[in-house]
């Protein structure tokens, strides 16, 4: 396909991106009301005016900013309908339907309110507005799932596989990972069939994704003492850096401490800069941010890549997405009364 059309509707979008000192002035916003009143002088004003007439304060932001992000995404895969790449950038845009799912599987199996539930999910996948607004009034986990097979939905098969475990365990990490495993085995399995530059391109960011995500996996199963074989079934296969052999020497090392020592010399030796006081405590959350920070930045990063690629999409709605996460937890803090060092660590620079 023929990119030069595409990446300049893009980088046309990119100009409009929040930048660093815009970012800034909403940190120092007061209160919603001074945040709302900046935020209308962007790209969300014509959301924000809508969302005004039926609601208010943070839910105003929350529903202005998910249906500004549904719209953008749904604007970059119009461009390429029909085309060759749709199909990549289709593999990027279910990376939400993973995510829905399992929002909306957490909600159920606390009970919570099906509209509380909808608010957190972002119908950017094949699981659209509609579909999610289903999904959400079910009454448990075993209905949404039932729902999702009587849909034809691909991911209700490896919930109904692993279903029974689930009802035994009761651990939603089961049903968490099979989803996970589905989505990448599914997204490597069409991208090897793919030899162009842009399935390439691709590639290398959904196997950094599954880096990201057995890393973590290994610093968990560190701080919670769980047995090795156990864990061993959590690890995504995929990647040819990071394959078991080496996650599990990884593990092996029974420390925080010791796993940090061994990803020196690789690309995540950033994580070994983390500060001491958080490796005593093993206090997860710090490396699992960290991995974030550096996952979208690599993603950002291809804003340098080839400009007649898919790397260019790929980069826009890896910068979209952080912006649109960076506003809504500037506004949680401020309802939470947060300080503004929590509000700062939270957020995630591009």
Request: no cysteine; charged share 25%; hydrophobic share 50%.
């Given at each position: 396909m023929e990119f030069a059309y595409v990446n300049a509707r893009i980088r046309g979008m990119r100009s409009r991106l929040l930048d660093r000192s815009l970012l800034e002035q909403l940190i120092n916003k007061p209160d919603l009301d001074s945040l709302i009143a900046e935020l209308e002088k962007t790209a969300y004003r014509q959301e924000l005016e809508k969302a005004g007439v039926l609601f208010s304060g943070i839910t105003r932001i929350e529903v202005a900013?998910?249906?500004?992000?549904?719209r953008t995404f749904r604007t970059i895969l119009n461009f390429i309908k029909g085309e060759d790449a749709e199909k990549l950038l289709t593999i990027i845009l279910n990376r939400w339907d993973i995510q829905n799912i399992k929002t909306i599987l957490r909600g159920k199996k606390i009970q919570a309110i099906p509209s509380e539930i909808l608010e957190c999910t972002i119908p950017?996948?094949?699981?659209?507005?509609?579909?999610?607004?289903?999904?959400?009034k079910q009454p448990d986990v075993k209905t949404v799932i039932d729902l999702l097979a009587t849909w034809g939905i691909a991911y209700a098969r490896p919930l109904i596989l692993n279903f029974k475990e689930y009802t035994e365990t009761r651990d939603m990490q089961?049903?968490?990972?099979?989803?996970?495993?589905?989505?990448y085995e599914n997204a490597l399995s069409v991208l090897k069939k793919d030899e162009s530059e842009d399935a390439r391109i691709l590639k290398r960011m959904i196997?950094?994704?599954?880096?990201?995500n057995n890393i973590k996996t290994v610093l968990r199963v560190i701080r919670d003492r769980i047995d090795r074989e156990e864990a061993?079934?959590?690890?995504?296969k995929g990647s040819t850096e990071f394959d078991t052999k080496k996650l599990l020497s990884l593990m092996k090392t029974g420390t925080i401490e010791g796993a940090l020592k061994e990803l020196e010399y690789t690309p995540y030796q950033f994580l070994t800069k983390i500060p001491q006081e958080y490796i005593a405590v093993e206090k997860i959350s710090a490396f699992e941010k960290e991995m974030e920070r550096y996952l979208v930045k690599k993603a950002v990063s291809q804003f340098?890549?080839?400009?007649l690629s898919i790397a260019i999409p790929?980069?826009?709605?890896w910068a979209k997405y952080t912006e649109v996460t960076n506003i809504r937890v500037i506004a949680r803090c401020k309802i939470a009364e947060m300080s503004e060092k929590e509000l700062r660590e939270a957020l995630i620079y591009v």
């Open positions: 900013i998910r249906k500004d992000l549904v950017a996948g094949q699981l659209d507005e509609a579909a999610l607004t289903e999904l959400v089961v049903l968490e990972y099979a989803l996970d495993t589905f989505y196997i950094t994704e599954i880096d990201v061993e079934r959590y690890f995504i340098l890549g080839n400009p790929i980069a826009y709605i």
